[in-house]
């Protein structure tokens, strides 16, 4: 029986869905990337792991914001939130360009009104993603010349993540549910208390770090 639109979207997150969720974020963080941290926090309220998060949260901090220490990438990182506060007015302008063109409204065929509805939209948006992908290199560049950069924050939440996994192979194992059945991709494979699935490679793009369909591995858990 399906369940209704609303039904799907009040649905609240069960304590393993939470568990999931926070072990693929902080993995992700290891990896350098670039994490909104307030979803995260809330997660940890919710499986009641509060000191868990009050324990790692320095050296997650340190890890997500360390791109605002480097001086071209913060340069960048300020470029990209100017054009990104711009998206009102290019999606203002595509608005008013498609109801012009189903006649609804009547723009001015000038050349300066194709500039600011058709041209300087556009503009922005391909300099955003010039930007963003300039800042990401950037990043990645300055990761590779510090190799052995914040190893020891990274290892203290490593080591939070395999807590998490532990807590998540012992819920499923209390609720019989199946592993199978909560799939997480990874950038490290080093956790004890999951399995390894398959390696996800890139289709349109070189990662930097591999990507791994991961699953618990709680002992004597039905497959």
Not at 130 to 154: G, V
Request: charged share 25%; glycine share 2%; with cysteine.
């Amino acid at each position: 029986m399906f369940r209704s639109k609303r039904a799907r979207q009040d649905r609240t997150p069960s304590k393993l869905e939470h568990l999931c969720y926070l072990v693929v974020q902080l993995d992700s963080i290891r990896a350098f990337k670039r994490i909104a941290l307030t979803e995260i926090e809330r997660s940890f309220q919710e499986i009641h792991q509060s000191k868990l998060w009050e324990e790692i949260r320095p050296d997650v901090e340190k890890i997500v914001y360390f791109p605002s220490t480097i001086p071209r990438a913060l340069k960048l990182m300020q470029v990209s939130a100017l054009l990104r506060r711009l998206f009102p007015i290019c999606l203002f302008s595509v608005i008013l360009f498609v109801l012009d063109q189903a006649g609804i409204v009547s723009l001015p065929t000038s050349p300066a009104a194709s500039f600011v509805f058709i041209i300087l939209p556009i503009a922005i948006l391909i300099a955003f993603v010039y930007a963003d992908l300039l800042t990401r290199r950037t990043i990645i560049q300055y990761e590779r010349r510090h190799p052995n950069m914040q190893t020891k924050q990274k290892e203290h939440i490593k080591t939070a993540i395999e807590r998490l996994i532990q807590e998540l192979n012992r819920e499923i194992q209390a609720v019989g549910r199946k592993p199978g059945n909560y799939k997480m991709e990874v950038f490290f494979t080093d956790y004890r208390g999951i399995n390894i699935v398959r390696e996800n490679r890139a289709r349109l793009s070189r990662r930097k770090y591999p990507v791994y369909l991961a699953i618990p591995a709680p002992t004597g858990a039905a497959e």
